[in-house]
């Protein structure tokens, strides 16, 4: 029985607006895959980030996620239907979906038992897309700060299962035909001050301060700023996109 671990219904919000947006590209292959344009279910959905792109390909999508604060601040839309329900139980029909997709979210599933739902749901030959993104690069010198915050600092209080992020899900079974896709990467261009809000919106950040009673990015602002150059200034920030897609048989 799947334990829903909340990390990120106190900071929904900010968790909204801080985020990187996945590259359209990344959609217009999977709908591509898909049997049929009908419907999509985004499982563990948080903001809607992902759901909204998939409504560009499909007439429908079902948009879940077990956090009430993160559905209550997700992006509407007309073709998105949002639900909370835990990825492991859907409620949603049998045989009824062309593609399934888990943005970022995986590693908080009980991953069998979420397999299985997927199977259930999917049509045959529908496809399920899993990805997710780990350490961000700017340059070499706010990198190098960026690893002082996310292993010196914050390392203790990074969840046990961010370590599937960190091995882009090596060690998580996914018992599908493999579809292959290419090689994708996130990119935008951030100030600092939108740079400092996105690692602010970190699962393990917040932990840091429930339980310090402090904000661990006070006294590194100067180190960031230090690295970054003018504040105002935009600079090009970028993850790698990692991938599993599969087909159901």
Same mark, same amino acid.
């Given at each position: 029985?799947?334990? +829903?671990?909340?990390? +990120? ?9 801080? &985020? ?6 990344? $959609? ?6 898909? /049997? ?25 999508? *079902? ?28 409620? @949603?029909?049998?045989?009824? *979906? ?15 038992? +979420?397999?299985?739902?997927?199977? !259930?749901? @999917? ?23 960026? =690893?002082?915050?996310?292993?010196? #600092? ?6 046990? %299962? ?11 079974? $996914?018992?599908?035909?493999? #579809?292959?896709?290419? /090689? @994708?990467?996130? =990119?935008?261009?951030w100030t600092l001050s939108h740079y400092l809000?996105? @690692? ?5 950040? =917040?932990?840091?301060? &429930? %339980? ?7 006294? *590194?602002?100067? &180190? ?5 150059g003018e504040p105002g200034a935009e600079r090009?920030?970028?993850? !790698? ?9």
């Amino acid at each position: 029985m799947s334990v +829903f671990k909340d990390h +990120f219904s106190s900071q929904a919000a900010q968790y909204r607006a801080a &985020r990187p947006s996945y590259p359209p590209r990344l $959609f217009e292959v999977l709908a591509a895959h898909a /049997p049929a344009r009908e419907c999509a279910w985004d499982a563990g959905c948080g903001n809607g980030q992902a759901s909204v792109a998939l409504a560009g390909h499909f007439q429908r999508v *079902m948009a879940s996620d077990p956090s009430a604060e993160q559905i209550a601040n997700a992006q509407p839309h007309e073709r998105v239907q949002y639900t909370v329900a835990a990825a492991e139980h859907s409620g @949603l029909d049998a045989g009824s *979906m062309d593609l399934v997709t888990v943005a970022q979210a995986l590693h908080w599933f009980d991953v069998d038992a +979420f397999h299985a739902e997927v199977r !259930r749901v @999917l049509k045959p030959g529908g496809i399920i897309a899993e990805w997710g993104y780990g350490e961000c690069s700017v340059s070499v010198e706010v990198d190098a700060v960026f =690893q002082v915050l996310y292993e010196d #600092v914050l390392g203790a209080y990074w969840p046990a %299962e961010r370590r599937h992020i960190e091995n882009a899900y090596a060690d998580l079974a $996914f018992p599908f035909e493999t #579809v292959a896709v290419p /090689p @994708l990467e996130m =990119q935008t261009r951030w100030t600092l001050s939108h740079y400092l809000g996105y @690692l602010a919106s970190w699962s393990a950040l =917040q932990r840091f301060r &429930r %339980e310090q009673g402090s904000n661990p990015l006070d006294g *590194m602002r100067a &180190r960031f700023g230090a690295a970054w150059g003018e504040p105002g200034a935009e600079r090009v920030v970028r993850w !790698r996109l990692f991938t599993r897609v599969g087909r159901h048989g």
